[in-house]
């Protein structure tokens, strides 16, 4: 069994064992896991590029401004839109706590309609199981449409060391994918945080074929995409797309998107794949009708998306003649060990969380790393990645627990809990160190401190004492060694000479004075 | 194990005791149009008639008779001298015209030959007044999806029968077996600054006929 370059059959579930510890098992083409170009930074550290970038927080803040009325309008539309809320969490949770048994009926009714499913214990296996299938069609070109999903797996990465060269089915893919050094600002609109001046400014520049007197208008700049665009989407022969929703009873995807520019995909190519993560279930026909309300309205502020698409395994004469959907879990069984992360795969990725968020306002989605960004990335990560790395353990914290992500969200995730469940998380993983971090050990030199009177009047008059030899004018602008990070955004009032304690002895003692 | 046995192995370990509860959903949304919305069974399709507007496709009422060469006269507007259709669209649909090169479906037609055509005429499945949604599931006079994607110019013709008011009476009408589009408008994109304009795929204008019974 030594075949270098082996596509050796592997049959609907592909033999790929768990994790990073036993090799990939035999037939899997060896796709190896590509570096990321940066390592992995903590948020607050990644965030600095886009805070530093005026004209990045300026789009950002209007594409934001303008989602968030926008949906606030669908929502008020609607009339029904608690009862629809109350309806989706409702299905979400009891998908949850059957997900065995639908995944068990989706892959029966996929495979009943013709589709193949295959299942992904984690990124890499997926990532094998794409490119396997894609080398099996023989095409060197693969048409690909934006989803969570996708960007969770790497997929581009895997396919470009794999040889095959991903075509856009969207607009704002192509915008971001013009430039090696851009990253999708947003799941739905990746290229929110550029103005139309920046784009016209890029197409002139890398986009072949495009007119030099391009103007900046947003029809003109379509229009210049839409030909680029098409070319790729005519010749496709295979397709790797997302779904928004997988029906569990009759083994239906539904593909959702803003624009609708991912109703190619289906349609098209001869090879269909699809990636799911396996939370992306509902079990009836009918739950349906409660997501196709909740999701347009949630997502771009729409009674419905410009185009839906659904389909069933393969249709004859009508689409592709292959479909394959795989299931992955990369992490999603984690989160629902924890009772209480659990709500969190209630998503339905429809990114209202993120138009609300005043940090995702300002940062933008790429320092919430690859999974997902905005409020709901801030807590899937770690619960899917465990909070030992320490960019996953500082997601939680990327937040002011302000809770209007909790007020929008279609499904009622209550994410401001759930970040605080995640600290807490966080905490308790840095309590088994061996080596106390200098915030654990802080906290301990407190606790003893606190913990007696004596104690704690010594330290606060030499406390006092140090404190005001670092104020000027009334005020502490920086605090010395690790205590300087809190002063970086503040300033803290000097401590007034005499302490409360002090003050009181001192007025009882004199018998009334002052 | 299979990755399959993996992952339910692990689904079932995570659930642990709770695996199996089952959760009552409150199903207290709207299934159909309130009285205020649409009191009568014309409101429904005015409201439809609206919302397409809405949506950015041209709408028209016209009656069974008067059909042919309405359709006749939207496509000497569009300047539409080759279009296709599904081949069980009803014959009477496509008699009123003059110098259209009018060709039915077949299969040899890949997507490059579809792109050479200036539009198509099609049936629709259902229709949803609320949002303004046409629904096409590929049946009678709808054709395969490929028909409906390509061409840049789409007259799709909606029968007053077929306009139901809400999301879930539509879900409750189609077949989940059958590939469905649900438009909601002509083609569109929104990923230059918000702005929505003609997006790359699908028709960049939808006319959508209303006959009246």
Request: aromatic content about 4%; glycine content about 10%; some cysteine.
């Given at each position: 069994?030594?075949?270098?370059?082996?596509d050796?059959?592997?049959?609907t579930?592909p033999?790929?064992?768990?994790?990073?510890?036993?090799?990939?098992?035999?037939?899997?083409?060896?796709v190896?896991?590509?570096m990321?170009?940066?390592?992995?930074?903590?948020?607050?550290?990644?965030?600095?590029?886009?805070?530093?970038?005026t004209?990045?927080?300026?789009?950002?803040?209007?594409?934001?401004a303008?989602?968030?009325?926008?949906?606030?309008?669908?929502?008020?539309?609607?009339?029904?839109?608690?009862?629809?809320?109350?309806?989706?969490?409702a299905?979400?949770d009891?998908?949850?706590?059957?997900?065995d048994?639908?995944?068990?009926e989706?892959?029966?009714?996929?495979t009943?309609?013709g589709?193949t499913v295959?299942?992904?214990?984690?990124?890499?296996?997926?990532?094998r199981?794409?490119?396997?299938?894609?080398?099996?069609?023989?095409?060197?070109?693969?048409?690909?449409?934006?989803?969570?999903?996708?960007?969770e797996?790497?997929?581009?990465e895997?396919?470009?060391?794999?040889?095959i060269?991903?075509?856009?089915?969207?607009?704002?893919?192509?915008?971001v994918?013009?430039?090696?050094?851009?990253?999708?600002?947003?799941?739905?609109?990746?290229?929110m945080h550029?103005?139309?001046?920046?784009?016209r400014?890029?197409?002139?520049?890398?986009?072949?074929?495009?007119p030099?007197?391009l103007?900046?208008?947003?029809?003109?700049?379509?229009?210049?995409?839409?030909i680029?665009l098409?070319?790729g989407a005519?010749?496709a022969?295979?397709?790797?797309c997302?779904?928004?929703?997988?029906v569990?009873?009759?083994?239906?995807?539904?593909?959702?998107?803003?624009g609708g520019?991912?109703?190619?995909?289906?349609?098209?190519?001869?090879?269909?794949?699809?990636?799911a993560?396996?939370?992306?279930?509902?079990?009836t026909?009918?739950d349906l009708e409660?997501?196709?309300?909740?999701?347009p309205r949630?997502?771009?502020?729409?009674?419905?998306?410009?185009?839906?698409?659904?389909?069933?395994?393969?249709?004859?004469?009508?689409?592709?003649?292959?479909?394959?959907?795989?299931?992955?879990?990369n992490?999603?069984?984690?989160?629902?060990?924890d009772?209480?992360?659990?709500?969190?795969l209630?998503c339905?990725?429809c990114?209202?969380?993120?138009?609300?968020?005043?940090?995702?306002?300002?940062?933008?989605?790429d320092?919430?790393?690859?999974?997902?960004?905005?409020?709901?990335?801030?807590v899937?990560?770690?619960?899917m990645r465990?909070v030992e790395?320490?960019?996953?353990?500082?997601l939680?914290?990327?937040?002011?627990?302000?809770?209007?992500?909790?007020?929008v969200?279609?499904?009622?995730?209550?994410?401001?809990?759930?970040?605080?469940h995640?600290?807490?998380k966080?905490i308790?993983s840095?309590?088994?160190?061996?080596?106390?971090t200098?915030?654990?050990?802080?906290?301990?030199?407190?606790?003893?401190?606190l913990?007696?009177r004596r104690?704690?009047?010594?330290?606060?008059r030499r406390?006092?004492?140090?404190?005001?030899?670092?104020?000027?004018?009334?005020?502490?602008?920086?605090l010395?060694?690790?205590?300087?990070?809190?002063?970086?955004?503040?300033?803290?009032?000097?401590?007034?000479?005499e302490?409360?304690?002090?003050?009181?002895?001192?007025?009882?003692?004199?018998?009334?004075?002052? | 194990?299979?990755?399959?046995?993996?992952?339910?192995a692990?689904v079932?370990?995570?659930?642990?005791a709770?695996?199996?509860?089952?959760?009552?959903?409150?199903?207290?949304?709207?299934?159909?149009l309130?009285?205020?919305e649409a009191?009568?069974?014309?409101?429904?399709?005015?409201?439809?008639?609206?919302?397409v507007?809405?949506?950015?496709?041209?709408?028209?009422h016209?009656?069974a008779?008067?059909?042919?060469?309405?359709?006749?006269?939207?496509l000497?507007?569009?300047?539409?001298?080759?279009?296709i259709?599904?081949?069980?669209l009803?014959?009477?649909?496509?008699?009123?015209?003059?110098?259209?090169?009018?060709?039915?479906?077949?299969p040899?037609?890949?997507?490059?030959?579809?792109?050479?055509?200036d539009?198509?005429?099609?049936?629709?499945a259902?229709a949803?007044?609320?949002?303004?949604t046409?629904?096409?599931d590929g049946?009678?006079?709808?054709?395969?999806?490929?028909?409906?994607?390509?061409?840049?110019?789409?007259?799709?013709?909606?029968?007053?029968?077929?306009?139901?008011?809400?999301?879930p009476?539509?879900?409750?009408?189609?077949?989940?077996?059958?590939?469905?589009?649900w438009?909601?408008?002509?083609?569109?994109?929104?990923d230059?600054?918000?702005?929505?304009?003609p997006?790359?795929?699908?028709?960049?204008?939808?006319?959508?006929?209303v006959?009246?019974?």
């Amino acid at each position: 069994m030594t075949l270098p370059s082996g596509d050796s059959s592997a049959g609907t579930s592909p033999s790929s064992s768990s994790g990073p510890g036993p090799v990939s098992g035999p037939g899997s083409g060896p796709v190896p896991l590509p570096m990321p170009r940066v390592p992995p930074r903590k948020f607050a550290a990644a965030a600095r590029t886009a805070l530093a970038d005026t004209r990045l927080r300026r789009n950002l803040a209007a594409a934001t401004a303008a989602l968030r009325e926008r949906r606030a309008a669908a929502a008020a539309e609607a009339g029904d839109w608690e009862e629809l809320r109350a309806a989706g969490q409702a299905i979400k949770d009891g998908t949850l706590l059957n997900l065995d048994a639908h995944l068990l009926e989706l892959e029966r009714a996929v495979t009943a309609a013709g589709g193949t499913v295959h299942w992904a214990v984690d990124a890499a296996a997926a990532r094998r199981v794409v490119t396997r299938l894609l080398r099996g069609t023989g095409e060197t070109e693969v048409l690909t449409m934006r989803s969570p999903v996708l960007r969770e797996i790497r997929l581009d990465e895997a396919l470009a060391r794999a040889g095959i060269a991903a075509r856009p089915a969207g607009v704002a893919d192509l915008v971001v994918g013009l430039d090696a050094d851009d990253r999708p600002a947003h799941p739905l609109f990746p290229a929110m945080h550029r103005d139309p001046a920046q784009i016209r400014e890029l197409f002139a520049r890398r986009l072949p074929g495009a007119p030099a007197d391009l103007p900046d208008d947003a029809g003109a700049l379509a229009e210049a995409a839409r030909i680029h665009l098409r070319g790729g989407a005519l010749a496709a022969r295979a397709a790797v797309c997302g779904a928004g929703l997988l029906v569990a009873e009759t083994g239906t995807a539904v593909l959702f998107d803003s624009g609708g520019d991912g109703r190619v995909c289906p349609v098209l190519p001869e090879t269909l794949i699809t990636v799911a993560g396996i939370e992306e279930i509902v079990p009836t026909w009918e739950d349906l009708e409660v997501f196709l309300q909740l999701l347009p309205r949630s997502a771009a502020g729409r009674r419905m998306g410009a185009a839906v698409s659904t389909w069933t395994g393969v249709t004859p004469d009508d689409g592709p003649a292959a479909f394959h959907l795989v299931l992955l879990d990369n992490g999603r069984t984690s989160v629902l060990a924890d009772e209480a992360g659990r709500a969190a795969l209630r998503c339905v990725r429809c990114t209202a969380c993120l138009d609300v968020c005043p940090v995702y306002e300002r940062t933008g989605g790429d320092p919430y790393g690859p999974v997902h960004p905005g409020p709901i990335g801030a807590v899937l990560t770690p619960l899917m990645r465990g909070v030992e790395g320490a960019a996953d353990a500082s997601l939680p914290y990327a937040s002011t627990l302000c809770g209007a992500c909790a007020d929008v969200c279609p499904v009622r995730i209550d994410l401001p809990d759930l970040l605080v469940h995640l600290r807490g998380k966080v905490i308790e993983s840095r309590r088994r160190r061996p080596v106390p971090t200098p915030e654990l050990a802080m906290m301990r030199a407190l606790a003893w401190t606190l913990g007696d009177r004596r104690r704690y009047e010594a330290a606060l008059r030499r406390g006092t004492r140090w404190a005001r030899l670092l104020a000027r004018g009334g005020r502490i602008r920086r605090l010395p060694g690790l205590l300087g990070k809190w002063t970086e955004a503040r300033d803290v009032p000097a401590p007034p000479a005499e302490s409360f304690r002090a003050w009181w002895r001192g007025r009882t003692g004199a018998g009334g004075r002052r | 194990m299979s990755a399959r046995d993996t992952v339910l192995a692990r689904v079932r370990e995570a659930l642990g005791a709770a695996r199996g509860t089952r959760v009552p959903v409150p199903r207290d949304y709207r299934v159909r149009l309130t009285g205020e919305e649409a009191p009568t069974r014309a409101d429904v399709v005015a409201l439809f008639t609206e919302r397409v507007a809405e949506n950015g496709a041209t709408v028209r009422h016209v009656g069974a008779d008067g059909l042919a060469t309405a359709i006749a006269a939207a496509l000497w507007a569009r300047e539409a001298k080759r279009i296709i259709a599904p081949a069980d669209l009803p014959f009477g649909w496509l008699a009123g015209l003059e110098e259209v090169h009018a060709q039915a479906d077949s299969p040899l037609l890949d997507p490059a030959a579809l792109d050479g055509l200036d539009g198509v005429v099609t049936g629709c499945a259902v229709a949803v007044a609320r949002t303004g949604t046409i629904v096409l599931d590929g049946g009678r006079a709808q054709g395969r999806r490929a028909l409906t994607l390509v061409p840049d110019y789409h007259l799709c013709v909606v029968h007053a029968d077929q306009i139901v008011g809400t999301v879930p009476e539509a879900v409750a009408r189609l077949d989940p077996a059958r590939p469905l589009t649900w438009i909601s408008g002509p083609s569109m994109t929104e990923d230059v600054g918000l702005e929505r304009v003609p997006g790359p795929h699908g028709p960049r204008a939808l006319d959508v006929f209303v006959v009246d019974e």
